[in-house]
């Protein structure tokens, strides 16, 4: 096995194995399972580095092995494939480093951080799978890995959150596997390929290929949370902190939405699908989501809960922009699965900091928050302002070319979803910033901990700074080489080549 | 040399505030407010236009100065010592720290707004020009500032989203963002209307021109005379600038919209004039004049749409009447501020609950003591804007319940119904096809 052919699968490994040792080391070795985790972390980084260079110069970095007769398991590098790769290799180190320190002094760690490190192999195998058949593995092997991070804390609620998960990806998963079968009967292949491998299929199959389409699409909708099959995910919310940041941000929410995208662009090929009518009515499933969505957040005083019902409107952004069907509204999607992500988590961190150190659950015990945590709350401000879409926050990127995608594609409805998106984002954030930075603080916190002069432990402030300045500066720099937005711009071009 | 000094200043004209805003940085210099205004004089002192573009910003961002942004410079930087020296120190208290902060945002997208050689450049910072100024407004403290600041931060969203959408009309119109190109492709644009209409609308918020003026009585009377001396010369000044920059002035005629236009900034003199007499309080006064000036510039504006010649004829005063507007109004608040310190007032005072109400929550209120006086009692002792708040929560409570109730039901039968939710969705598709 050569260098391109390894690649995929080292990059595979590199959380894998380490993961796997994990799960047999003792709690208190500390020191060796926090190298095992960020020794691993950081050489995933440098082998997606080197990946993405490739990449962008053209290798073709591709690894395969039979995994039953005429299918093979394929882990393949290709530019949307590297997109995902990276905001996921990215994030699982910022995650990690922020775990650490959430779970010091917490039982179960090892078990905890070796389910993370499945979890994230599983997500990384979700975006380089090459075919639909490995793209179902890693997916079913992230729901399996997610599972025990959700009932984490073993309470009765977090056990009701973990079942309720299991019972809608599970279902789910089934409705994908027969969508799979199904199109392998009829096309004889799963092979993603650019323009997709049912073409031939459509003057036939008609009727099938529509019916197989609302398969994989309910079935990939439970991740992607897509109204009315999101209602896991706010329940899914008392999961620790780093567990709600990897699945709002990186893995869960993010697989769903990635294989939405794989299967519009790569099985049925955008005009086939805009030919088969499915991108309209997937277009107004994802604007309800996202109105939806936005509509249950504003209602909502837990912070956390607020934050889900806004992942659940957020991600459909990704959605619309695929199925509005151009180049200009696939780069909004696509440069809004790496935007969503930073921002996300960024949130998720910060809300996890105000609950370890204040004991801070609820947006009206925030008020005078910002004086006693200026520098997570100066994070959070930043991220809420790039969800609303404020220039030049990473949001207002995503929100500029979703917007004129919708115009070049003669679908100006779209740009009222939008509208109405961002004047509910701002009904729903903008009071959080107002309590927190305007108000006068309480005499006393619900349960405040301190940590001598710094507003709270070091491990946990580091990574909602990193990302707030990820989230300004996919923003600022969006024209410059290797941001997200010219990377999305790069696949695009090649999808919608002649 | 000369290309890389002016990036660097031109960068520095807006960046150096927005660094300066970080108070870890700022609580190590001396006098941060004044250090921030230096390299916009330090460019006022270059007798010499240049711009740059700046490719890796955004998507592309031009900074240029030269002619009449010098001048709009100019005012700016005299408005900012000004303020700067009412202020005084400003990093002392924690209070004032956060002041300070938002004093240096507003700064920074007011200067980067004057500088702005193209359309998103000039909206980026008009953004964090307005979430700088809704700060200053409210970090007062006095419950009329806050009022002024929640009526504006309302106005403010409204108008982002307006110029949002005129943007995107533009870019799908033209690649070209720079004034000039943006202009003269929209002139002859089939979306000319829409375009028209929500520029119009989104600086018309942003300025407070009547009707829309609403927060500018508030926020005269409550804020501190730092503050309310940048009111004129700062968002009203900066939404003035908006639409003499974005609108195709000249290259097209719209008699209908300028008609209607003409007919707002009429009537906004003619309610300046008489509701100025009627009030006749002297701290009302600058709130007056802007609402009578910026009606004045807007008749001035529909004209110009309605007949290009016009325009043609005084269009080049349209930079001198904006600065005109924004020193003579910061000299009139600093006088009327002068003589009510010598009348021995508080500097921002304290509010009257029945007195600071605006109209919006001060009409409903009304009714139900009419209501009252003819014998229509509704419930005693309960006022009118507690009954819409509760009327509201009770709404929202009943979607409440619904929603959640609904959600409850479909995570007990999950299965069944992402089952039936999914043969629906099929017999959509197929009845579709």
Redesign the interface.
């Known amino acids: 096995m050569n260098w391109d052919a390894g690649l995929p699968l080292l990059i595979l490994s590199s959380s894998l194995l380490p993961g796997l040792v994990i799960f047999f080391l003792p709690e208190e070795r500390v020191a060796t399972r926090t190298t095992l985790n960020l020794g691993g972390a950081l050489l995933k980084l440098v082998l997606v580095g080197v990946m993405v260079w490739g990449v962008f110069h053209g290798h073709h970095y591709e690894t395969r092995m039979p995994l039953l007769p005429g299918l093979d398991l394929v882990l393949r590098a290709d530019a949307e494939a590297v997109l995902f790769v990276t905001l996921s290799t990215v994030l699982w180190l910022v995650t990690t480093v922020y775990a650490i320190g959430y779970l010091e002094d917490s039982p179960h760690r090892s078990r905890f951080f070796g389910f993370f490190s499945l979890c994230v192999t599983a997500t990384v195998g979700v975006a380089l799978a090459g075919n639909l058949i490995t793209f179902l593995l890693f997916y079913e092997l992230l729901t399996l890995a997610t599972y025990p991070l959700i009932v984490h804390r073993g309470t009765e609620v977090a056990r009701q959150a973990g079942r309720?998960y299991l019972?809608?990806t599970i279902?789910?998963g089934a409705?994908l596997l027969v969508g799979t079968v199904w199109i392998y009967s009829l096309a004889g292949s799963l092979e993603f390929t650019h323009r997709g491998f049912v073409a031939e299929l459509v003057d036939t199959h008609?009727?099938a290929l529509?019916?197989i389409?609302?398969?994989l699409i309910?079935g990939l909708g439970?991740k992607a949370a897509l109204v009315?099959?999101h209602?896991?995910l706010?329940?899914a919310m008392v999961a620790p902190a780093p567990v709600s940041a990897l699945l709002h941000a990186v893995a869960v929410v993010k697989a769903g939405a990635f294989g939405i995208v794989r299967v519009v662009d790569d099985v049925f090929g955008v005009e086939v699908a805009a030919n088969l009518?499915?991108t309209g009515?997937l277009a107004a499933v994802a604007a309800v989501t996202i109105i939806y969505g936005s509509l249950?957040a504003l209602?909502q005083d837990d912070l956390k809960r607020r934050l889900a019902f806004s992942t659940i409107s957020q991600v459909s952004y990704i959605i619309l922009g695929i199925a509005i069907v151009g180049p200009a509204a696939t780069i909004g999607g696509l440069v809004h699965l790496v935007h969503q992500g930073v921002m996300k988590i960024t949130l998720f961190f910060c809300a996890g900091n105000l609950a370890e150190t204040l004991g801070i659950h609820k947006i009206s015990e925030m008020n005078g928050v910002g004086?006693r945590m200026?520098w997570t709350m100066a994070a959070f401000t930043i991220s809420a302002?790039g969800m609303v879409?404020?220039?030049?926050l990473a949001g207002?990127i995503s929100?500029?070319y979703l917007?004129?995608g919708a115009?070049?594609a003669g679908q100006g409805w779209v740009?009222f979803v939008l509208?109405g998106s961002?004047?509910l984002n701002?009904g729903y954030f903008?009071p959080i910033l107002?309590a927190a930075?305007?108000k006068a603080p309480p005499d006393a916190w619900p349960a405040e901990r301190t940590w001598g002069s710094r507003e709270t432990f070091w491990l946990l402030l580091a990574p909602p700074v990193v990302t707030a300045l990820l989230t300004l500066a996919a923003?600022?720099?969006?024209?410059?080489p290797f941001s997200p937005l010219q990377w999305a711009r790069f696949i695009t071009a090649q999808e919608y080549m002649p | 040399m000369i290309t890389t000094l002016g990036l660097f200043l031109l960068l520095s004209v807006p960046g150096l505030p927005l660094l300066l805003a970080l108070p870890a940085l700022r609580s190590r210099l001396p006098w941060p407010c004044y250090l921030a205004i230096l390299p916009a004089v330090i460019l006022l002192l270059i007798p010499a236009d240049f711009s740059i573009e700046v490719p890796w910003l955004l998507f592309g961002t031009g900074l240029g100065v030269g002619g009449a942004s010098r001048l709009l410079l100019a005012m700016s930087v005299v408005l900012w010592v000004a303020a700067a020296t009412l202020l005084r120190a400003p990093s002392s208290r924690p209070a004032d720290n956060r002041l300070a902060t938002f004093f240096l945002l507003t700064m920074a997208g007011n200067l980067g707004m004057i500088l702005a050689t193209g359309l998103v450049g000039f909206f980026a910072f008009s953004t964090l020009m307005g979430y700088g100024f809704y700060g200053l407004l409210v970090t007062t403290g006095n419950a009329g500032a806050r009022r002024a600041g929640r009526a504006y931060l309302g106005l403010l969203i409204l108008a982002d989203l307006a110029l949002f959408e005129a943007l995107l009309v533009t870019a799908a119109t033209t690649g070209d963002l720079g004034f000039g190109a943006a202009r003269h492709a929209m002139a002859q644009s089939p979306s000319l209307g829409l375009y028209l209409s929500m520029v119009v609308f989104g600086f018309a918020a942003k300025a407070g021109i009547w009707p829309l003026h609403f927060w500018l009585p508030l926020a005269f009377r409550s804020t501190r005379p730092a503050v309310a001396l940048l009111l004129g010369g700062v968002p009203v000044a900066m939404a003035l600038l908006g639409m003499v920059r974005w609108l195709p002035l000249g290259e097209i005629t719209s008699p209908k919209l300028g008609l209607i236009i003409q007919g707002i900034g009429v009537a906004a003199m003619l309610y300046a004039i008489l509701t100025g007499l009627i009030r006749g309080q002297l701290k009302l006064l600058p709130a007056y004049a802007v609402i009578a000036t910026t009606g004045l510039f807007v008749t001035a504006l529909g004209t110009g749409l309605a007949d290009p010649a016009a325009w043609a004829g005084y269009g080049n005063l349209a930079h001198y009447y904006i600065v005109s507007l924004g020193l003579g109004l910061a000299i009139l608040t600093t006088t009327i501020g002068w003589l009510q310190a010598r009348r021995g007032y508080p500097v921002t005072p304290a509010m009257q609950t029945d007195d600071s109400n605006p109209w919006f929550e001060r009409w409903p209120g009304a009714v139900v003591r009419w209501g009252a006086k003819i014998g229509f009692y509704t419930l005693p002792g309960l006022r009118s804007s507690w009954l819409a708040k509760m009327g509201c929560l009770r709404q929202i409570c009943a979607w409440q319940r619904i929603l959640d109730s609904i959600e409850h039901s479909l995570q007990r039968w999950t299965f069944a119904s992402t089952l039936l939710l999914l043969l629906a969705m099929v017999s959509v598709f197929l009845a579709a096809c």
């Open positions: 309720t019972t809608y279902a789910g409705l008609r009727a529509i019916v389409f609302v398969l309910a439970v009315p099959l209602g896991w706010p329940q009518g499915v009515p249950r209602f004086r200026p302002l879409g404020v220039p030049p207002f929100k500029w917007g004129l115009l070049d740009v509208a961002s004047l701002a903008l107002y930075w305007f923003g600022l720099l969006a024209s410059a």
